[in-house]
């Protein structure tokens, strides 16, 4: 990896490229077409080739009791949306490339698009991601910790600092220590049933070692099994790092997640938190995958149908 400190560019996409590669609707639909039919176009409802009409920009099934007529956009969250395709890429390209996140407001300027737009097309593109992300579990050594997102400062009153917790939401993390993360908002909290819950979702069962701070929801969580074991670090006793054990791993996560809240987002709208925290997730396990921008695009074209009213329906968690 080149990482920060110069180096060859990774084989993403920068911006000259975004515009010569896919600065027009032919030039992105012939994008998606290959990576959508590598093998040429096949009709989805049988299989069967298909044949560009030109004259309507529709690819027609070739065979005849069929004749379904569709475009690249088809069974894809590409498809109700009026957006032209170059839109969608300039949306992607804003949002991989920018490392803290971007605001439905951020695209909106400079995509030229209106707010309500700007936004279904961030919350569409989050939700190919989280299908694209898929349900590779974390192994080896995991760090698993709890974070407190959003709130209101407290007033402040002499002796009393911080923020009201009440208003904050539980965040469950695990990460896997050289690999990837997964992120949960908790909104019943953080106790023995969610940090079970995070484990049996997102965790190999056959993991080796788990490391947590010494909270006492960990022990009755009861990590450890015949093949897994689980320690801790006990932060009240100032004790932070005890050989390989601490939780230093999860914890810069949590303050890089943080830095880009407040970056990006004016007022995060706790609501859609799980939205944020998808994102981040989806950018930070492709750190180091130097075809982020074309698999997002894959993401897009392999993902399901989305309408804007299931999307504000989308239940909390
Ligand atoms: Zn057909």
Redesign the pocket.
């Known amino acids: 990896m080149s990482g920060r400190g110069g180096g060859p560019r990774p084989k993403g996409v920068n911006f000259s490229e975004l515009v010569e590669r896919y600065g027009s609707e032919e030039k992105c639909r012939d994008y998606l077409t290959a990576i959508r039919w590598p093998n040429g176009v096949k009709?989805?409802?049988?299989?069967?080739g298909?044949t560009w009409i030109a004259t309507r920009n529709v690819w027609e099934?070739?065979?005849r009791s069929?004749?379904?007529q569709f475009t690249v956009r088809v069974s894809s969250v590409l498809q109700d949306s009026k957006l032209p395709l170059w839109k969608w890429f300039v949306a992607v390209f804003l949002m991989i490339e920018s490392k803290k996140g971007i605001s439905a407001n951020q695209v909106r300027r400079m995509a030229g698009v209106s707010y309500k737009t700007a936004w279904f097309l961030t919350h569409r593109i989050r939700q190919a991601m989280v299908e694209a992300q898929g349900f590779r579990r974390l192994s080896g050594t995991v760090e698993i910790d709890a974070t407190y997102i959003g709130g209101k400062p407290r007033f402040p009153r002499k002796g009393k600092r911080g923020w009201d917790r009440s208003t904050k939401i539980p965040v469950l993390g695990a990460v896997e220590r050289g690999g990837g993360i997964r992120l949960r908002v908790e909104r019943t909290g953080e106790n023995m049933g969610t940090v079970r819950n995070l484990m049996n979702r997102v965790v190999d069962p056959a993991t080796a070692h788990i490391y947590t701070d010494a909270a006492s929801i960990y022990e009755g969580a009861k990590l450890t099994d015949s093949d897994t074991t689980h320690e801790s670090v006990n932060h009240k006793a100032d004790e932070w790092v005890r050989g390989d054990v601490h939780t230093n791993t999860v914890e810069s996560v949590w303050s890089l997640f943080k830095r880009s809240i407040v970056g990006s987002y004016h007022h995060l709208s706790t609501k859609h938190l799980d939205w944020y925290l998808d994102e981040f997730e989806w950018r930070f396990n492709n750190r180091h995958n130097d075809y982020l921008f074309r698999d997002t695009i894959k993401a897009l074209i392999g993902s399901d149908v989305m309408t804007y009213k299931q999307l504000i329906e989308r239940p909390a968690s």
Request: hydrophobic content about 10%; charged content about 25%; some cysteine.
């Open positions: 009709c989805p409802r049988d299989g069967y298909a099934c070739n065979r069929c004749g379904y």
